[in-house]
């Protein structure tokens, strides 16, 4: 990644006095940061009743923040700076009440982006509160990402997320508020009398292990449980009204979001998005994305060490012997390098909006199999939710075998720098080095000026991870990292959800799912139909959860457990403490330590406002540049326009389009595509900054079976003066025929 120039020399004029100092720290930050980069039972058939033992309401709404000139979320790549639109983002939401006591209820938020925040839940929240009282809390409200690294950035409040974003985008985090509450208000006025199933399968080849060599470490008795490496079990949660009629439906399943390279620079919802979409459009295909009722949310699982590169890694590396050689195992280098180690998806010979279309077509394919299955079983019991924050800097607690363990204030390892073959890092960073001596002495010196220098007690907490940022002790100009998560569990009758601050790998959610299994039977809350699923990242952004085992062989899955190596077991003891309140007659709050500190009102932002736009001279907005070509187009084709264009952040036209594919019917243009569609893509350019011109690019790929005809596209932009005001225009091309 690199650091902004603005924010290095911010930093380096209020901390760092030395410009020899100043140009290391901005060096070394450049490519610092690659961020983010037993089972449950098989179901029995039951018969279920059709008078509806829920409410069931479901809503969606547009989060998709600013489409240019903002950096994208999940890479952490500062080129990665977005220039169009492929598909927009949404949240989903989901409301499930006790027909009995509507009070007791569960809100679920599935959202196309990277991951849950405290601050934008902290946001909802008190909006909820405004508009419903008490009706949705802390306890039964949860948020969780999709794990997209295709988003809009900036919107999380801890610092070290927005280095890249040049600080804090409150467009961003508006949209998702907006979208986000527009969605709960359709869930909420849409409850309805419902039953819900639950249903699941296998899906193989969607899925693969990025980090082999550290779940080879995990015990061999352990390991010969599974027949895989990674959880290859899809499932379904099916909601129904009281006809019994399907009306939306969860789906948990662990596949990174990173079906699209670090090199896209197109919005989108990668491959859970792609897979909602699917779902969506094959169950109303006449409506328009987003205008839907029916409403699939496609749920991230145990993902930490997942990716959807099935192919697995190889060298790029040109004219060197390795290149197209898989990479190095143990720390997935080439030539002892991480930059040229790439994952490859299914459709890498092709392209990677390829990949991403078929990793989210098996998830959708899997789905639809568990949902038109009659062999379903029913969902019935209580409905329950628990919540407390969790101070994981100082947490001790006793382990099973009477030792006392203790997690740790937040600290990134040499290996979070060298990312992972989803994302490479730079420099000499690799994965798995858990050496206390570096490969290079220099970085030693270096990160002493970016975070404070670790403790022996830190760095003794931390062992064996080398520390590299200690950013849990850095707290200017607001804090780098969160120290307080969300521990949250929702129950609908026998299906309990672990919601998870962080991104649990395929071993520490195997462990997790079943330790809570058996508390949830062992305490009588819930008989051997017990069925658990992790759902995550969520609320807050705690980075990654390890196994102890995996730790020890510090890849960037370790590196990125940021609270140390007892973090799994700290987060199996506490929500095992809290099953209890998940119980028939369960009363009181358990015990909280106090929420996160605010931080969003601390937030800097360096990106600049639109300042204006203009068209070229004897142009105006909306004018097309380059026509569509003359004859007939056929299924496969790529329709291309070009148009003189405005800087779409000047309206995100969120539950809107920036375009229409528009086909003529009985003398009326009807428009039959939006920029929703998978099919079409919209990118802007910006000519001249000095003269504030742009154009637009607007393609459409012709999909089999559309019917013949005369079609046409339309733009919708809107421009800024240089007083400010905002201007709506359009634009049309020329009719065009498929044949």
Known sequence: ?????????????????????????????????????????????????????????????????????????????????????????????????????????????????????????????????????DLYTPANTALVGTHAHSGVGGYLENLLPQVTSMGYVNETAAAIVSGTLKAIADAHNSLVPGNIKLGNTTLLNANRNRSPSAYLANPEWERAMYEENQDTTVTVLGFENADGDAIGLLSFFPVHGTSLYENNTLVSGDNKGMAAWMYESYIEPSSMP???????????????????NTLGAYCESPGKPWDGQPCEFEHSTCGNRTQDCHGRGPGFHISDFESNRIIGQAQFEATRTVMENSNMTTVSGSVKSVHVYLDMTTYTFTLPNGTLAKTCPAALGYSFAGGTTDGPGAFDFIQGDNSSQPQNPFWEIVKRFITPAPSEEQIACHYPKPILLNSGYNHKPYDWSPGTVDVQMLRVGQFVILVMPGELTTMAGRRMRDALRAKLIAEGVLDDRAYVVIAGPANTYGHYVTTREEYSVQRYEGASTIFGPATLEAYINKYSELVPYLGENATGIPTSNAAPPEQTSKAISLQTSVLVDNPPIFKHFGDVLADVESGIYHAGD???????????????????????????????????????????????????????????????????????????ITYYGDSKSLFGSISAFTGDSSSFSVG
């Open 638 to 712: 790529t329709v291309a326009v070009r148009f003189v264009g405005a800087n779409p952040r000047n309206n995100l036209r969120l539950e809107g389009t920036f375009l229409t594919v528009n086909r003529l019917i009985n003398g009326e243009w009807v428009v039959v595509r939006t920029d929703s569609h998978p099919s079409t893509t919209y990118q802007w350019n910006r000519t001249s900054k000095a003269l504030g011109t742009s154009t637009v690019d607007i393609r459409w790929t012709i999909e089999d079976g559309t019917p013949v005809g005369t079609y046409r």
């Open 1 to 133: 990644m690199y650091l902004p120039l603005a924010f290095s020399t911010a930093l380096a004029d209020s901390v760092f006095p030395f410009n020899w100092i100043h140009h290391v720290m901005r060096l070394f930050v450049m490519y610092l940061v690659a961020f983010f980069t037993v089972s449950s039972p098989p179901i029995e058939a039951q018969s279920g009743s059709s008078s509806g033992e829920y409410l069931v309401g479901l809503g969606i709404g547009d989060v998709t923040g600013p489409v240019v000139e903002t950096n994208m979320m999940g890479y952490a790549s500062l080129p990665q700076t977005d220039t169009g639109l492929h598909m927009r983002q949404r949240s989903r939401a989901f409301i499930i009440a006790d027909a009995s006591n509507p009070f007791e209820r569960v809100l679920f938020i599935n959202s196309d982006i990277c991951m849950g925040d405290t601050g934008i839940r902290r946001t909802l929240l008190s909006s909820l509160q405004s508009l419903y009282g």
């Open 290 to 308: 987003g205008n839907n009722s029916f409403v699939a949310g496609f749920i991230q699982s145990n993902v930490g060490d997942t990716t959807p």
